[in-house]
């Protein structure tokens, strides 16, 4: 029912935040930029959010995993690493 989606959508919208992106400074911006090189520019927004943060940021993305850990280890984790860890 239509209740029932608008529930389901409250429930995984409020654990969310959303953060202006114009908040982050042009250093962290620039430092992804260069961090991500060649990769898919349209990362760049997370990364930028992870350096910010300093949190790590989980992606599946092969290209973007084996780009951001070859330049910053601690900064990216795949599902198959955050599994072990987790286990």
């Known amino acids: 029912s239509a209740e029932e989606v608008f529930e389901l959508l409250d429930l995984a ?7 202006d992106e114009r908040l982050l400074p042009d250093a962290i911006w620039g430092e992804a930029n260069y961090l ?4 898919d520019k349209k990362d760049i927004p997370f990364v930028a ?4 943060l300093k949190a790590v940021l ?3 993305d092969k290209a973007l ?3 951001l850990s070859g330049r910053i280890p601690k900064l990216i984790i795949n599902t ?4 072990e860890t987790i286990r």
Request: zero cysteines.
């Open 13 to 19: 919208t409020s654990k969310l935040s959303f953060l």
């Open 36 to 39: 991500i090189g060649d990769v």
């Open 49 to 52: 959010l992870s350096l910010h």
């Open 58 to 60: 989980w992606s599946g």
């Open 65 to 67: 995993y084996r780009k």
């Open 80 to 83: 198959k690493d955050l599994l």
